[in-house]
């Protein structure tokens, strides 16, 4: 049997108690429905005193030190731009040519582009052909077997 994959799930959905509880929850709930070990940062490593010095770059050091270790990369991409910090992390995982997926069940186009709707960069670590697969629009939507993330998570390996 294959062990678990790792994905971080990069999002901001932390900083809002109410987002906290809603859409993190059933993201979080749905990938660990198809078998990911989810790591969610504001779980793992939001539990330092914000009290004491330097708590801001040991947790920055705890997020990046998971997006090296974690097999692949769920970027939440809402927002015109999206999250500064996911676009950090998503370029870290890219650099680091791990599995990417984005999920944007934000409506809005933010582009120049005809082909993407975010700045083409985003879509750099994903496939040229199929990048569809890789991009996520509902909740639902993450649990189709014929999409790009529940392949990989069965073992198929991440197209270059």
């Known amino acids: 049997m294959l062990a678990a994959r ?12 109410q987002q906290k509880d809603g859409p993190l929850q059933a993201l979080v709930a749905a990938l660990e429905a198809l078998g990911a070990e989810v790591w969610e940062p504001f ?14 770059y040991r947790i920055g050091q705890a997020d990046l030190r998971d997006v090296r270790d974690a097999d ?18 998503l370029g870290m995982a890219i650099a680091w040519e791990k599995a990417v997926f984005l999920f944007r069940d934000d409506f809005r186009r933010c582009t120049d582009s005809e082909a993407y709707p975010l700045n083409l960069m985003v879509f750099t670590g994903l496939p040229e052909a199929g990048w569809e697969d890789y991009w996520y629009a509902s909740v639902d939507e993450i649990a189709d077997p014929d999409k790009a993330l529940a ?6 390996a991440q197209p270059a």
Request: hydrophobic share 45%.
């Open 43 to 56: 779980a793992r490593n939001n539990q330092i005193d914000k009290a004491t010095a330097g708590w801001a």
């Open 6 to 17: 790792t994905l971080y799930l990069a999002n901001p959905y932390g900083f809002s108690a």
């Open 151 to 156: 392949r990989w998570l069965r073992g198929a």
């Open 72 to 89: 692949g990369i769920f970027a939440v991409v809402n927002g015109c731009p999206p999250d500064e910090g996911v676009m950090v992390e």
